[in-house]
């Protein structure tokens, strides 16, 4: 048996806790494309509904 790793990414907003992988990811800014999520200035990434409410 095997095991996958693939990078995952976790929402720096206010009281999120959201995460986002993709099987098919190799690096974070892959999974940010596939994802819809938004990096901000010294590496934060906002997760989409963070980014509509103006979590910026």
Known sequence: ???A???VIRCD?????AEAG???ATTSTE???WTDWHQ???GRDI????WKAGHR
């Open 1 to 3: 048996m095997t095991a």
């Open 5 to 7: 790793s693939y990078p």
């Open 13 to 17: 907003g206010p009281d999120c806790g």
């Open 22 to 24: 993709h099987v098919m």
């Open 31 to 33: 999974v940010r494309l």
């Open 40 to 42: 901000r200035p010294r």
């Open 47 to 50: 997760c989409p509904d963070c």
